[in-house]
């Protein structure tokens, strides 16, 4: 069935290092694929999404490519900010059918000084 | 912006007992969810609600769930007889239509522990 495999955590990252964090995916067709950041004490957001095949989604400095050969959407920043820290959830959703989500377990990511 | 609100943040309830999630969804939404997260688990859809009923659930979404909208703006999820599995992180999300080029907005999350 259709699932999201995530990069394991925790990350730690001294700021302005170069992030990435990896996501592939199995899915039939073209799903949409998705990055949510949850900041502490918060909830879901989304950051950036691709829905078809080569797209880059990119926001606040986050990028990721919709790679279909290699059926992956990593994440990538160039330099990372304290503030980045947060928990990353890769995410998809079927080309056709049902319209909810399926998750990665999440990645959190710690900034430090 | 508008956001999808949800209450309690915090439910402790002893097994066996009836609880309740509220949600407040996105005003000009019409399309539901909930979700849910077991402590180091994935996120993991449990249903889908649209023109007052159920669009699509998932198997751990049995006979013990139920969900609601009952009145214009509260969306809720009832568990009828918790279990120490149902322990975990409720996420409401909502859209404005079905789509996937929409953009699912979740709230805060409430997290339910068993005791």
């Known amino acids: 069935g259709d699932s999201v495999t995530q990069m394991e955590g925790p990350v730690t990252l001294s700021e302005e290092a170069f992030l990435t964090i990896n996501c592939t995916y199995t899915a039939t067709g073209y799903p949409s694929l998705f990055w949510y950041v949850q900041y502490p004490g918060e909830g879901l957001q989304l950051l950036l999404k691709a829905t078809k095949a080569d797209d880059k989604g990119s926001n606040k400095g986050f990028e990721a490519t919709y790679r279909k050969e290699t059926t992956s959407f990593h994440l990538e920043k160039g330099s990372v900010q304290v503030s980045d820290s947060a928990v990353y959830f890769c995410a998809l959703r079927k080309q056709t059918g049902a319209n909810n989500l399926f998750f990665g377990t999440g990645t959190r990511l710690t900034v430090i000084p | 912006e508008p956001e999808v609100t949800q209450t309690p943040s915090h439910q402790v309830t002893q097994m066996g007992q009836e609880v309740i999630l509220r949600c407040v969804p996105i005003?000009?939404?019409?399309?539901f969810y909930w979700y849910r997260q077991i402590l180091g688990q994935k996120v993991e859809f449990l249903v889908s609600?649209?023109?007052?009923?159920?669009?699509?659930k998932s198997e751990i979404f049995d006979d013990q769930f139920s969900v609601e909208r009952p009145d214009g703006s509260n969306f809720t999820l009832k568990i009828r007889s918790t279990k120490l599995e149902d322990s975990a992180m409720y996420f409401c999300?909502?859209?404005?239509?079905?789509?996937?080029?929409?953009?699912?907005?979740f709230g805060d999350g409430t997290r339910l522990s068993i005791l």
């Open positions: 999300a909502s859209t404005q239509e079905p789509g996937t080029n929409q953009p699912q907005h």
């Open positions: 609600f649209y023109n007052n009923e159920i669009s699509e």
């Open positions: 005003s000009n939404h019409l399309y």
